[in-house]
């Protein structure tokens, strides 16, 4: 099954650091910060998965 959760936030992210890129944005500005929040919501949806996985 698609995670769809998953695809949406790296959807999302390749969007912003596109922008970011485009435009050289700093590290302080709204995109590049959402950027990190996104990272760290990726990080503990696999984190999940993983100890789904290991049960």
């Known amino acids: 099954m698609a995670d769809l959760?998953?695809?949406a936030l790296t959807a999302e992210r390749r969007a912003l650091w596109a922008e970011c890129?485009?435009?050289g944005l700093?590290?302080?500005t709204p995109q590049r910060l959402?950027?990190?929040?996104?990272?760290a919501l990726l990080a503990a949806h696999?984190?999940?998965q993983d100890a789904s996985k290991a049960k």
């Open 5 to 7: 959760y998953l695809k």
């Open 46 to 48: 696999k984190a999940k």
């Open 26 to 28: 700093a590290k302080d």
């Open 21 to 23: 890129r485009l435009k």
């Open 34 to 39: 959402r950027i990190v929040e996104i990272d």
